[in-house]
Nanobody
Framework: QVQLVESGGGLVQPGGSLRLSCAAP????????IGWFRQAPGKEREGVSC????????LYEDSVKGRFTISRNNAKNTVYLQMSGLKPEDTAVYHC????????????????WGQGTQVTVYS
């Protein structure tokens, strides 16, 4: 069973920054598109961003455009989500997942998931 591992979450004030990492011990992410998702209490999970295996295709959910940046370092077998200008509404558990293609419906294409990392933006 493929297990992804997220890290980098935490507590931050509005306007602050965090960088999330997604790794996959024992499994190569090189050939797979990866998505970042989040789920806030009482809300459905939503796709935040995805990146294709080559990095040539990147998509963002509208509310994070201009604030979040997804990237990958295949040499380190890691995908990142740099989050800046954080807002209280960004508070959620963030998950990464292998997705079947970085396409506009990537939020429905998750295959292998991580346990998630908590991001809390507080005033």
């Amino acid at each position: 069973q493929v297990q992804l591992v997220e890290s980098g979450g935490g507590l931050v004030q509005p306007g602050g920054s965090l960088r999330l990492s997604c790794a996959a011990p024992g499994f190569s992410l090189d050939y797979y598109a990866i998505g970042w998702f989040r789920q806030a209490p009482g809300k459905e999970r939503e796709g935040v961003s995805c990146i294709s295996s080559s990095g040539g295709t990147i998509l963002y959910e509208d509310s994070v455009k201009g604030r979040f940046t997804i990237s990958r370092n295949n040499a380190k077998n890691t995908v990142y989500l740099q989050m800046s200008g954080l807002k209280p509404e960004d508070t959620a558990v963030y998950h990464c997942a292998v997705v079947r293609g970085c396409t506009t419906d990537f939020s429905t294409r998750g295959v292998y998931w991580g346990q998630g990392t908590q991001v809390t933006v507080y005033s």
